[in-house]
């Protein structure tokens, strides 16, 4: 075992989504809704959509194999493997499935559900074992197939969500050169009403005195409004609670990078903030709101494009249901 007291280094990033999308014409086509509606309320003009047959599994190596390959590693090195999801395939978890997938022979992998805040959450966890030494290469990786649970006849959430994975790996680094500089995660499950994929009870008989339940799920109700006022107040306190950590002010922030709900829930963010509009992260018009991939896709795709460099300082802020909302602060790059 390493000495206690590893930094971390984020050096690979990689993404993947479906190839069918669907514009929000083709969704009014379906459901009671406008391109004008969805597009003034959330800012999403499209989002892509995985086939029945594709599986989260592929979605999430495709995005983990493009992080192993530009972190220039091989999935051998992997110690840990967390797979940030609210929609495995297998409601045992779909980890250990990607870990063989990959052939990431010698790391141990595991799940880990906090919605929308699942990539954070998952960053934050990651961290915690290169910190104490235990592992220095981890893979995490942020998926979701929401469109599988959703009720494609209620416009009041069919039209918000897409399917996608992002991937991120994280390494030990020299301890002053750690880049996760601050976080902070919370929950409140007074407010879990607000937004749930919950368990459908049916019954079963086993005996005249003993029945069990009979599993499924309900598709995903969710009060916009509430969830809406909720990560407008939650999100920047949070923020700036954990640049207070960080020791940085807004300024030193390159890149806000926000989980892809609603345009207007991001410019809100940014202006309570102070932070410009052209240092605000967004793609959601094109993928709709992918719940745990929201963020690593964002940040693959603005590495890729040559946006965030080496060095960038980038406040990431995940929230959704639960309820819960976390943010990490760190620096892209060794
Ligand atoms: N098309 C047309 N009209 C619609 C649609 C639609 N798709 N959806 C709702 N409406 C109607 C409503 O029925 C309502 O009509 P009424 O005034 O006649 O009653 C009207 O539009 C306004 O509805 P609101 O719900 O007040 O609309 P709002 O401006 O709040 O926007 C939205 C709704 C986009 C859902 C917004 O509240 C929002 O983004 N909330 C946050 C969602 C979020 O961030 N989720 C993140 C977590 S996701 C996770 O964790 C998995």
Redesign the pocket.
């Known amino acids: 075992m390493k000495q206690l007291g590893a930094g971390i280094a984020i050096t690979g990033s990689g993404s993947a989504t479906p190839a069918v999308s669907l514009d929000n014409h083709a969704l009014s086509k379906i ?4 391109d004008e ?2 597009r003034t ?2 800012g999403i003009e499209s989002r892509h959509l995985a086939k029945a047959e594709e599986s989260l599994t592929d979605l999430a190596v495709a995005s983990a194999s493009a992080a192993i390959a530009q972190a220039g590693i091989t999935p051998e090195d992997l110690d840990l493997i967390i797979l940030a999801t ?1 929609t495995a395939d297998d409601l045992f978890g779909s980890a250990s499935k990607i870990q063989a997938n990959l052939g990431a022979t010698r790391a141990v992998a595991f799940d880990l559900t906090a ?2 805040s699942g990539f954070i959450f998952g960053l934050v966890t990651g961290a915690q074992f290169i910190r104490t030494g235990a592992y220095q290469n981890v893979l995490l990786i942020g998926a979701d197939i ?1 469109s599988r649970w959703l009720d494609w006849s209620d ?2 959430t069919c ?2 969500f897409g399917d996608g994975a992002g991937a991120v790996v994280m390494q030990a680094s020299a301890t002053e050169d750690d880049s996760l500089l601050g976080f902070e995660l919370r929950s409140d499950g007074k407010q879990n009403d607000c ?1 749930k994929l919950s368990y459908r009870s049916g019954s079963q008989e086993l005996t005249s005195n003993v029945s069990v339940g009979s599993g499924s799920y309900r598709p ?1 109700t ?1 009060n ?2 509430e ?2 006022r909720f ?1 407008v107040q939650k999100v920047p306190e949070a923020i700036e609670k954990a640049l207070f950590r960080a020791n940085l002010n807004t300024e030193e922030v390159d890149w806000l990078l926000l ?1 892809q ?2 345009q ?2 991001l410019d809100s963010v940014a202006d309570r903030l102070k932070i410009p509009q052209d240092k605000v992260l967004s793609n959601l018009a094109s993928y709709g ?1 992918t ?1 745990a991939a929201s963020i690593p896709i964002a940040l693959d795709e603005a590495v890729r494009a040559g946006k965030i460099k080496p060095g960038h300082v980038i406040a990431a802020s995940g ?3 639960g309820l819960t909302w976390g943010v990490a602060i760190f620096k892209w790059g060794r």
């Open positions: 459901v009671d809704t406008s509606w969805i309320r959330t609210s919605a929308c929401l416009r009041t039209v918000l937004l995903i969710m916009g409004r969830v809406y990560a989980h709900a609603n207007r829930i709101n719940s929230f959704g249901a």
